[in-house]
């Protein structure tokens, strides 16, 4: 199966700043990647897919690049709201896979 | 506006089985892949498997495989998520997605003796 490695794990950050968080994948997946944010107690977010499109509805400080094996997920000004949990998912390849998660914090 | 509902919490015995379900609205049931997602307690997200809606094709995740049955009955738009042989291991949170654009709100499995 494919694996994702979102590090750091974690990240502080404070309201404003421009954040990246890195997934590199163990093999080349193209641009089969998608991204989510969760909030405690809450399902998952679709937030990009297909490395770079935004989903509808996503305010557009979300952005995503990459192909291949190294992507990213830019938040370009840290809003409140955004602190919580980012996973990139490969869908290349069966088995899906997602990464293991980059929490963003409050600094 | 699109819905998934889920069925309630379940605490389950180890050894026995547990069937969840997840009803749509809002969108035509063909109109994406269902699948279902693991996430244990303070832990990442696990694709557990999918369902095409209109070939009725399935594939399963390897640590799941033999163990998860996913079905949908077309006629309620409900998608059913069965995970056998529990153990503590499968204490969780099970959500259901269509095609990972839309959630259903999670449905708690509590695995104990």
């Known amino acids: 199966a494919i694996q994702l490695t979102q590090s750091p794990s974690s990240l502080s950050a404070s309201v404003g700043d421009r954040v990246t968080i890195p997934c590199r994948a163990t093999q080349g997946i193209g641009h089969s990647l998608a991204w989510y944010q969760q909030r405690p107690g809450k399902p998952p977010k679709l937030l990009i897919y297909d490395a770079s499109t935004l989903e509808n509805g996503v305010p557009s400080r979300f952005s995503g690049s990459g192909s291949g094996t190294d992507f990213t997920l830019t938040i370009s000004s840290l809003q409140p709201e955004d602190f919580a949990t980012y996973y990139c998912q490969q869908f290349n390849t069966y088995p899906l896979t997602f990464g293991g998660g980059t929490k963003v914090e409050i600094k | 506006e699109v819905h998934l509902v889920q069925s309630g919490a379940e605490v389950k015995r180890p050894g026995s089985t547990v069937k969840i379900s997840c009803k749509i609205s809002?969108?035509?049931?063909?109109?994406?892949?269902m699948h279902w997602v693991q996430q244990a307690p303070g832990k990442g997200l696990e694709w557990m498997g999918q369902l095409d809606p209109e070939s009725g094709e399935i594939k399963y995740g390897e640590r799941f495989q033999g163990r998860v049955t996913i079905t949908a009955d077309t006629s309620t738009d409900t998608a059913y998520m069965e995970l056998s042989s529990l153990t503590s291991e499968d204490t969780a949170m099970y959500y259901c997605s269509g095609g990972f654009h839309h959630w259903g709100q999670g449905t708690l499995v509590t695995v104990s003796s």
């Open positions: 809002g969108y035509t049931f063909p109109d994406y892949y």
